[in-house]
């Protein structure tokens, strides 16, 4: 399946460190070292180092991170890095990913930094960018950073005009007020029981308190207690099993779940169906079509999005874009074409008439603004469409990627032509993994199942 060009800025140029999502890595191997951070942020220093605002200007950097053990070690490096080449530092502690993004830009900050491996496990780490108008990097800035990576020496500060460092104790509660007026005016949560899983990641105290001060009659929190490895551990939106029981055995009206850096988000409705992203696409999208905020009908997903949804979306005569995987190319095929509306089937949800980037705390407050409208159950409401079957499996490979092989392309090829206009198939390697991810949809589930399970097997046969 070809993918849409999703923005000017792309390009196929290989990256050394960047990944589909900034860099990310185990920790304290390789990439996430101390010394490799550190050059990192001297090398994202001198790139940001603005001149045209003049030699009195101070640049400064905003850094944030998510509750990983890690980040002690991370934080520090990026610091010394920093103020090595001249700028600022200012830093706020555990806070999700998107409010990073959102006080760059209030802050007027000359960049900002998310320390985060998202859903990864806590023993991996990593480092996210954006720029002074909050949005994540594009590729041509990536490459230019690891350029200067890839040169001896970065041109250091003098001695006095090294960067100084100061912390915020109230960047949490400034985000809390941010999310909280993206709801409607005059309306409230009153009435609702919430079942809400932080995956003891970034937003473990800004979610709950932001559903409380918004008239929750209850909010149950899990995944609230983060002690640096527990992170994404069973729980969060990639383990969403303990939400589904929860919103059962409390007999809770929805349920909510996001991941480390609180980026994402994942539903289930009252009876413990899990809703993804796909769905609360739809339903926005849907909502947002029949109460005329859409900036252009229709909206922006990826090669990862259900036919499901492409179907719906056409069916209410309104645009459907696909994009290569990460939300980062989803935003930038927004601006381009100018949709206020997009995002993934993982759950990141990009609304910019809000944020900068995607934020599961206010993704969902746009669903339940939606849940109280309809006064209907959730199950009435987050089920939009329905998916037609897909199944993704993943190949680990060494060394070169099998997708170079003429076999391995010449059986995708025959994969799509067997399915004609009543499926899909999508093989593409990860971006941050050794892994070759192969995905089919169609309406037979027997030949998503049997072209599946074949593709698999060809691209074994070149993994090692």
């Known amino acids: ?10 390009t196929n140029t290989p990256r050394k460190f960047f990944g589909t999502d900034g860099i990310r890595g185990l920790s304290n191997v390789d990439k996430m070292t101390p010394e490799s951070v550190m050059r990192l942020g001297q090398a994202a220093g001198r790139y940001f180092r603005n001149k045209e605002k003049g030699d009195h200007h101070r640049p400064t950097v905003f850094i944030g991170k998510d ?25 706020s502690g555990p806070i999700p990913t998107s409010a990073v993004s959102i006080l760059t830009r209030t802050l007027r900050a000359d960049m900002g930094v998310m320390i985060t491996a998202s859903h990864n496990k ?25 350029a200067l990576l890839d040169n001896e020496q970065i041109r ?8 100084r460092v100061k912390r915020y104790e109230d960047m949490q509660a400034r985000y809390i007020e941010i999310a909280k007026a993206t709801f409607p005016r005059r309306m409230r949560l009153s009435g609702l029981k919430i079942v809400l899983d932080c995956a003891n990641g970034a937003a473990y105290h800004t979610a709950p308190d932001t559903m409380w001060e918004l008239g929750a009659d209850e909010v149950i929190p899990l995944g609230v207690s983060p002690n640096g490895k527990n992170i994404n551990s069973g729980c ?4 969403t099993d303990l939400l589904s029981e929860t919103v059962v055995k409390t007999g809770a009206d929805i349920g909510i779940a996001l991941d480390g850096d609180a980026d994402r988000l994942i539903m289930c409705d009252e009876k413990g169906k899990v809703i993804d992203g796909d769905q609360l696409l ?19 997903a990826t090669v990862m999005s259900n036919l499901g949804l492409e179907r719906f979306i056409q069916g209410h005569k309104m645009d459907f874009i696909r994009t290569a995987v990460g939300d980062r190319h ?23 008439d809000f944020a900068p980037t995607g934020d599961g705390t206010i993704s969902a407050l746009q669903v339940l603004a ?40 010449k059986a995708i090829d025959e994969a799509q032509a067997s399915f004609g206009d009543t499926g899909r198939v999508l093989v593409r390697a990860s971006g941050t993994e050794p892994l070759i991810r192969v995905m089919a949809e169609g309406d037979d589930e027997g030949k998503v199942d049997k072209i599946t399970d074949h593709l698999v097997a060809v691209i074994n046969n070149y993994a090692s």
């Not at 969060?236 to 383990?239: C, I, V």
């Not at 029949?290 to 009908?297: E, M, S, Y």
């Open 156 to 163: 250091l500060a003098k001695p006095e005009n090294l960067g």
């Open 122 to 146: 806590y023993h991996d780490n990593g480092i996210k960018f954006f720029g002074p108008s909050g949005r994540k990097l594009s590729d041509k800035a990536e490459i230019a950073i690891e």
């Open 67 to 91: 509750t990983r053990l890690s980040g002690y070690m991370i934080e520090p490096a990026l610091v010394a890095g920093f103020t090595s080449v001249g700028m600022d530092v200012t830093l």
């Open 236 to 239: 969060g939106s990639t383990h």
């Open 370 to 409: 939606e849940l109280i409208r309809q006064d209907k159950p959730a199950s009435e409401v987050l089920n939009v469409f329905d998916p037609v079957p897909q199944m993704l499996k993943n190949v680990t490979y060494s060394g070169t990627s099998p997708l170079m092989q003429k076999e391995v392309k």
């Open 330 to 352: 989803v935003a930038a095929r927004m601006r381009q074409d100018g949709y206020n509306l997009g995002g993934e089937q993982s759950g990141h949800i990009l609304m910019p």
């Open 1 to 10: 399946m070809s993918e849409n060009k999703s923005s000017k800025e792309e």
């Open 282 to 300: 739809g339903l926005i999208c849907y909502s947002w079509y029949v109460n005329k905020t859409l900036a252009k009908p229709g909206l922006v």
